[in-house]
């Protein structure tokens, strides 16, 4: 059972950065694909970012796209979130989530399947982001 911790979230200005991170609680972390997920007050979740095992694939929401960084450390069984010039709307609480390389749409990061975030096998309890003056 892998465990996924997130932390990194706070309050920041708008223009701001922050760098969010997901720690696995086992060295298995290199065999999942990672994926960020937001949930803002009263909207559905979205997927934000993925990353494949190695990192040499990722993707982005178009909502995101030149502001954000995904990253990963097997070594230190983590996965980054680099996010800058934060907007308001960029408020939510960010969930990290895994699924197994052997997952045909979460391994290879397609992020914009259907089936996308209901195939990941384990979620973090997620981090706050709020981005307000």
């Known amino acids: 059972q892998l465990q996924l911790v997130e932390s990194g979230g706070g309050l920041v200005q708008p223009g701001g950065s922050l760098r969010l991170s997901c720690v696995a609680s086992?060295?298995?972390?290199?065999?999942?694909?990672v994926g960020w997920f937001r949930q803002a007050p009263g909207k559905e979740r979205e997927g934000v970012s993925c990353?494949?095992?190695?990192?040499?694939?990722?993707d982005y929401a178009d909502s995101v796209k030149g502001r954000f960084t995904i990253s990963r450390d097997n070594a230190k069984n983590t996965v980054y979130l680099q996010m800058d010039s934060l907007k308001p709307e960029d408020t939510a609480v960010y969930y990290c989530a895994a699924a197994h390389v052997s997952k045909p749409v979460q391994g290879m990061c397609i992020m914009m399947s259907p089936s996308y975030s209901d195939g990941m096998d384990y979620w973090g309890k997620g981090t706050l982001v709020t981005v307000s003056s």
């Open positions: 086992e060295s298995a972390l290199g065999y999942y694909a």
């Open positions: 990353i494949s095992t190695s990192g040499g694939k990722t």
